[in-house]
């Protein structure tokens, strides 16, 4: 079994910055790739960023030159860095490790951004 476990959601301003973790444990074999995806009210879950095991990044469009992904391999933790966030960002962020049997879901962090 595999653990995923998030941190770092909370209330922010906007133009403001916040920094998600994710660290996964346990049988960790056949790592692929870590990703973050956000749900908002009433949408469907989407990607927002992804890392692979190789180190190569993708984004969505929506988060480009604002979000960044990083990776600690040693720790098997993915970081999501995201800056001049505006109210669209607002959703359930949501942290998923992808290994060549199965993902693996963390329970989510909240990320509002308000005034």
């Known amino acids: 079994q595999v653990q995923v476990v998030e941190s770092g959601g909370g209330l922010v301003q906007p133009g403001g910055s916040l920094r998600l973790s994710c660290a996964a444990s346990g049988s960790i074999f056949g790592l692929v790739a870590m990703g973050w995806y956000r749900q908002a009210p009433g949408k469907q879950r989407d990607l927002v960023a992804r890392i692979t095991s190789g180190g190569g990044t993708n984004y969505a469009d929506s988060v480009k030159g604002r979000f960044t992904i990083s990776r600690d391999n040693a720790k098997n933790t993915v970081y999501l860095q995201m800056n001049s966030l505006n109210p669209e960002d607002t959703a359930v962020y949501y942290c998923?490790?992808?290994?060549?049997?199965?993902?693996?879901w963390g329970q989510g962090t909240q990320v509002t951004v308000s005034s």
């Open positions: 998923n490790v992808e290994l060549l049997v199965r993902a693996y």
